[in-house]
Nanobody, 126 residues
């Protein structure tokens, strides 16, 4: 059974940085597209960044130039480096994995990933 475990969330001041990690276990990591989503209470879940099995990356417009997704196949881990954080970046961040080849739908990161982590909370203090 696949498991996704996120870590790295926390509290940071405006303009600060955080790096989130998500480790996949129980399956063949390299075959999966991996994505980061975020959700605030009362809001829709938003795709933030995605990396497919070939290493192609896509980002939400709101984080382009500030966030970077990367993966380390040796450690079955995907990272989200978040720089220049803003209060509106505060949310619960979730890692997701699926065997998608096409990770974008209508210009946005698809949300129908099958496998999800429990989330890690990011708070950006203004």
């Amino acid at each position: 059974e696949m498991q996704l475990v996120e870590s790295g969330g926390g509290w940071v001041e405006v303009g600060g940085s955080l790096r989130l990690s998500c480790r996949l276990s129980g399956s063949t990591y390299s075959a999966f597209a991996m994505a980061w989503f975020r959700q605030d209470p009362g809001k829709e879940r938003e795709g933030v960044a995605v990396i497919d099995s070939y290493g192609k990356k896509n980002y939400a417009e709101s984080v382009k130039g500030r966030f970077t997704i990367s993966k380390d196949n040796a450690y079955n881990t995907v990272y989200l480096q978040m720089n220049d954080l803003k209060p509106e970046d505060s949310a619960m961040y979730y890692c997701a994995a699926d065997l998608w080849v096409e990770t974008m739908v209508n210009g946005k990161i698809r949300t129908d990933f099958a496998n999800w982590g429990q989330g890690t909370k990011v708070t950006v203090a203004s």
